[in-house]
């Protein structure tokens, strides 16, 4: 199906399994050595928790999400089973541990 120039265009959401993988932030693990670097600094910035954190996730849930999200006033308002949930830049930062954000240090012109 060809798309006509004033109809959005939408993106399919591919789950790859390689872009979904808990980092293993251990300094003790074999040949590393390139990487040491890289561990210790990931070890002690923000993203620490977030990347390092193995979470269990139900594909029903996740496909209710997607089915129902849509933003409004920066915030995610989805229908979960059966509940309604409400993402917000706060909630997502205290579920990843990412703490207060400095705003004078963000490096991107727009928001993302």
Known sequence: MKLSPNQPQVLERLFIPK??????????LREIDDSLQIIRFLRKSR???????????VAAYMQDFWM????????????????????????????LQLGAL????????TPI
């Open 47 to 57: 993203v620490s928790y977030a990347i390092s954190t193995e979470i269990q996730i």
């Open 102 to 109: 400095d705003y004078s240090e963000i490096c991107y012109a």
């Open 68 to 95: 129902t999200a849509r933003v409004n006033n920066n915030m995610i308002e989805a229908t979960v089973n059966d509940h309604e949930l409400v993402i917000t830049e706060e909630v997502i930062q205290d579920v």
């Open 19 to 28: 872009h979904n993988q808990v980092a293993i932030l251990n300094e003790g």
